[in-house]
């Protein structure tokens, strides 16, 4: 698979939708995505199948004072366990290196191991609990923190 990461458009609305709808049980509306897209705050970025030409996973990110909050990650069922987060993370990462006042924070669901351990492999640690953050069954989320990324040394 030929994997391109770009900034997300308008018209992956419905990609994106479709691989929300089938990884959470209680997905954002296109209007909350449509919002995060024309925020300047926000980096929103897909991950492209070239040889499907198709939208197989997202990240939106919003930047706040001290911290970049993830605030959506996904990839499409057919295209897990391949590294595409990881990718989408890695990418992040680039694009705010340097960017030393701000550290980076998620919430994930305390049942969802695939996920702490990605974003632990990433330098993420737990800092927290926030209880029954979940609304669609009141289930715990993890805080989870990295700092900030320094720009690589010069050689």
């Not at 925020?39 to 970049?68: F, H, M, Q, T």
């Not at 701000?102 to 800092?127: C, D, H, Q």
């Not at 609304?135 to 989870?144: C, G, H």
């Amino acid at each position: 698979m030929t994997l391109e990461l770009r900034k997300l458009k308008l018209r992956d609305l419905t990609a994106i939708e479709d691989i929300e709808r089938s990884s959470y049980p209680t997905p954002w509306s296109r209007s909350m995505f449509a919002g995060e897209l024309a925020k300047p705050s926000s980096i929103c970025l897909g991950a492209i199948d070239a040889d499907e030409n198709g939208l197989v996973a997202y990240l939106i990110i919003s930047r706040y004072v001290d911290a970049w909050h993830v605030m959506n990650l996904a990839v499409a069922d057919s295209h897990r366990r391949q590294g595409i987060a990881t990718r989408l993370m890695e990418r992040l990462f680039e694009l705010t290196a340097g960017d030393g006042r701000r550290g980076y924070t998620l919430e994930v669901r305390v049942s969802n191991e695939p996920a702490i351990k990605l974003y632990a492999s990433l330098g993420f640690k737990a800092r927290g609990v926030r209880r029954g953050y979940y609304t669609d069954n009141r289930e715990d989320a993890l805080i989870m923190w990295k700092d900030p990324v320094r720009e690589p040394a010069s050689a």
